[in-house]
């Protein structure tokens, strides 16, 4: 007699979400390494390379030397450039990145609409597809006023470039001002063959239904992505906005508070165990260069272990003066 589950196909495995690490290394040490899909650099003096799978992020680091961000697969990766985006895949992944100069498209809003197009035209080649998160890197993010702030601008931008790409739902995603004097727009992502599940926060209003006083167009974000094999959660930048209003004004302690009890909150909505370990990197953007100091006493006391990298950046509030994005790996 046949038992029954023996007729059942078995189900191909999901998989595994990259591994994300900061190490000090070489750059062409780390690039050698045939599982390595992406590494960043940050600031002015990280190392470059014509790889497509190396990007100098143009955030600066309040470490000095700062380590290398890595991102790690299972299989073999390639790589190549599709027009102005630079790639790299393997192990049912997709690293995509675009750098755009403003100056060549109009400005703030017309570099975001270009970029984005760009990459809505790449991934409709990929069968990684499901486009899970985003980085977005923006010069002088909070220059202007009302719908003229540039990020006001660069969420219009955004949106015309993609058109209805994220009709289904959209991915987790961050946008942090830097004071590169280039005003180059970076933008990059990771993609899955798989769809992952996105999540978001009880304790705020979604993006994407923020009131008008937030621009024209509502940024257009999940607040947090569990990974398609639900071994990881990427969590968007995270900041003290309770509703959608901006919490503590003035005050850094407070705000770095609120903002670890909304990152406790996205993980007990995910299902996930409570707190970060060492095997949870963080990325933690710190508007006041003199701030910088604090923000690392406090996160050494509350998150004692956990990797944390410490960058120079302004929050998309000119009021808001840390934010804090990362991993959580189960």
Known sequence: MVQASENLQAQPALPRTPRVTYRMAPLAEALAEPDTLAVFGFGAGSPQDDDPRSLCVALECFDAPSPLELWQV???????????????????????????NENAHGGIEGAAREAYAALRDFMGTRRERNVLRIWNYIGDINEGDGDTERYKQFCDGRAAGLGDFFAEGFPAATAIGHHDTKRALQIYLLASIDAGTPIENPRQVSAWRYPRQYGRTSPGFARAMLMPAHDALAISGTAAVVGHASAHEGDLEAQ????????????????????????????????????????????????????ALLMHGDVCRRELLVEIDGWRYV
């Open 74 to 100: 299972e299989g073999e990766v390639t790589s190549g450039r599709h027009g102005d985006v630079r790639w790299s895949s393997g192990g049912g992944w997709v690293f995509a990145a675009v750098e755009m």
């Open 256 to 307: 770095l508070n609120e903002t670890l009890t909304n990152l406790e909150t996205l993980l007990s909505t995910a299902e996930m165990a409570a707190g970060f370990d060492t095997h949870s990197p963080l990325k933690v953007y710190v508007r006041h260069a003199t701030d910088a100091p604090r923000v690392r006493d406090i996160l050494q006391h509350r998150l004692p272990g956990v990797p």
